[in-house]
C-alpha cells in the first residue's frame, strides 16, 4: 500500500464512517434492499427511491465496523441522482478497486480520493467484505430494480 493510501484509508474512512451515525432514510422509497455480513455482523439496511431508470434517492440505516460503515455512506453519496446504467458502472469499479488480483492501479479507476481510501482493501482481503458489503448487495438486486 503505498503512503497516500494509507493516508486517505485513515483519515477518509473515519471521516466517512461518522457520517453514518445520520439518519439517512429517505421519507419515500420504492426499494429496500438487506446487506448483511454474518460473519462480523455488519447489517445495513438500503433504502432506494428509483423514479424511471435513475435513483432519485438513497440511503440507510444500520450499523457495522467502521469500513462498512464508510463503504456505505460512500455508496449514498455517490449514487444519488445516477441512472442505473452509471450504477453498474460504479459498481464494478469499486469492486476491482478493492480486488487485490486487479491489474489496474486504484488511480487507474478513481480519481477522487474517498475511493481511493478504500483501495487499502487489497493490502487486507479479509476487509474486503466490509468495504464492498452495500456494494455487493445492491449489485446482487440490481436487475430487479430497473
Not at 422509497?29 to 447489517?43: F, I, R, S, V
Not at 438500503?46 to 456505505?72: H, M, R, W
Not at 468495504?131 to 448487495?137: C, F, G
Request: aromatic residues 8%; proline residues 3%.
Amino acid at each position: 500500500m503505498t503512503e497516500r493510501i494509507q493516508s486517505l484509508y485513515k483519515t477518509h474512512i473515519l471521516e466517512l464512517a461518522k457520517k453514518a451515525d445520520q439518519p439517512s432514510k429517505p421519507e419515500k422509497y420504492t426499494h429496500e434492499l438487506q446487506a448483511y455480513n454474518p460473519l462480523c455482523g455488519d447489517k445495513f439496511v438500503l433504502y432506494l427511491n428509483i423514479v424511471g431508470d435513475s435513483i432519485q434517492d438513497i440511503g440507510f440505516e444500520g450499523y457495522g465496523c467502521a469500513i462498512s460503515k464508510a463503504s456505505t455512506v460512500l455508496l449514498t453519496k455517490v449514487l444519488r441522482g445516477k441512472a442505473i446504467s452509471q450504477v453498474e458502472n460504479l459498481i464494478k469499479l469499486f469492486m476491482e478497486l478493492t480486488d487485490e488480483r486487479s491489474a489496474k492501479s486504484p488511480e487507474e479507476l478513481f480519481s477522487e480520493d474517498e475511493f481511493l481510501a478504500f483501495a487499502a482493501a487489497r493490502d487486507f482481503p479479509e476487509r474486503r467484505n466490509c468495504a464492498t458489503l452495500a456494494w455487493t448487495e445492491l449489485k446482487d438486486q440490481l436487475d430487479e430494480l430497473a
